[in-house]
């Protein structure tokens, strides 16, 4: 059995991948360009995988064994989820002047709809 200071004697490798709604097609991209490299699977590469939000998601496609029980999904799997069902995934905002940083006053006469937001 390991000891805590034995475990740290070799580098932990991370991967963190970023947020970003449809763009996180862009980190699926670039894991499937090293897998296809290194013949590697990211499981084999790194000994954490993390991510924020749509990086997040990834990282638990990464991580799962759902697909046939026995081998996580490829960022191929994951790139090809994103470009055929990311108008299901990621809609319409319910308030798009606060996604796309619209300053939103509310005037007297607006009838309660902020200045700014798109029909």
Sequence with gaps: MNTPAKALDKPIHVLSIDGGGVRGIIPAEILDYITSQTKLAVHEMFDLVAGTSTGGIIALGLGTTCK????????RELSDLYLNSSSKIFQKPLFPAVKLGIPVKLNDDSGGKPNGVPE
Excluded: A, D, I, V
Excluded at 68 to 75: A, D, K
């Design 68 to 75: 046939n029980g026995s081998e996580p999904y490829t960022p």
